[in-house]
């Protein structure tokens, strides 16, 4: 049905950038909402960034600044551009979306992505 692949973690020293991509395919109908959380270890997983479909961004405190959410609609893709990454960035991060996908009718999705690693040490 509908997949989310996700790209671009990796290893970083404190003050490098990294961009996370996030493609979504399969029976799409409409992505309503897509967006990035993490997850470190000993803590809740928290929201990142989205975007809805309308354009509206939001961003957590923390990333504020440093963080860039984007989305190409025609790709089903989302983007996070971190930059000024900090050791307090260090997480797995996944992909969200959700939406309507073809079922009999219309369905409602809301999907996570498997994750990947963002390392920020020295």
């Known amino acids: 049905q509908v997949q989310l692949v996700e790209s671009g973690g990796g290893s970083v020293q404190p003050g490098g950038s990294l961009r996370l991509s996030c493609a979504a395919s399969?029976?799409?109908?409409?992505?309503?909402?897509m967006g990035w959380y993490r997850q470190a270890p000993g803590k809740e997983r928290e929201l990142v960034a989205n975007?809805?479909?309308?354009?509206?961004?939001n961003y957590a405190d923390p990333v504020k600044g440093r963080f860039t959410i984007s989305r190409n609609n025609a790709k089903n893709t989302v983007y996070l551009q971190m930059n000024s990454l900090k050791p307090e960035d260090t997480a797995v991060y996944y992909c969200?979306?959700?939406?309507?996908?073809?079922?009999?009718?219309?369905?409602?999705?809301?999907?996570w992505g498997p994750g990947t690693q963002v390392t920020v040490s020295s």
């Open positions: 969200n979306a959700d939406g309507l996908k073809y079922g009999y009718g219309p369905e409602v999705f809301d999907l």
């Open positions: 399969g029976s799409i109908y409409r992505i309503n909402t």
């Open positions: 975007v809805i479909s309308g354009g509206n961004t």
